[in-house]
Nanobody
Framework: QVQLVESGGGLVQPGGSLRLSCAAS????????MGWYRQGPGKQRELVAAFTSGGSTNYADSVKGRFTISRGNAKNTVYLQMNSLKPEDTAVYYC????????WGQGTQVTVSS
């Protein structure tokens, strides 16, 4: 049974930074592809950043150069460092784990507003 718990969301001003965390349990962490998705108001869910099971990374064009995905030392946690935040980044951010099936956290709200 896989459980994913996101944290770190909140309200931030444009140009500010946040770091999201995803704690995974019930899995052998490294066999899953891990990533972050988001769904903004009136928009479809989209990939933000991800590690594949092969260790490569993938970023949405809209966040390249601003966001960085990384793993914790214990490798059961995935982070999303978000810098130079824009109002367009406002969304619910979801942690995802994929190993044949997709598993999702409950999401954490990120609001970028002055």
């Amino acid at each position: 049974q896989v459980q994913l718990v996101e944290s770190g969301g909140g309200l931030v001003q444009p140009g500010g930074s946040l770091r999201l965390s995803c704690a995974a349990s019930g899995i052998i962490f490294n066999i899953y592809a891990m990533g972050w998705y988001r769904q903004g108001p009136g928009k479809q869910r989209e990939l933000v950043a991800a590690f594949t099971s092969g260790g490569s990374t993938n970023y949405a064009d809209s966040v390249k150069g601003r966001f960085t995905i990384s793993r914790g030392n214990a490798k059961n946690t995935v982070y999303l460092q978000m810098n130079s935040l824009k109002p367009e980044d406002t969304a619910v951010y979801y942690c995802n784990a994929h190993y044949g099936y997709d598993f999702w956290g409950q999401g954490t709200q990120v609001t970028v507003s002055s």
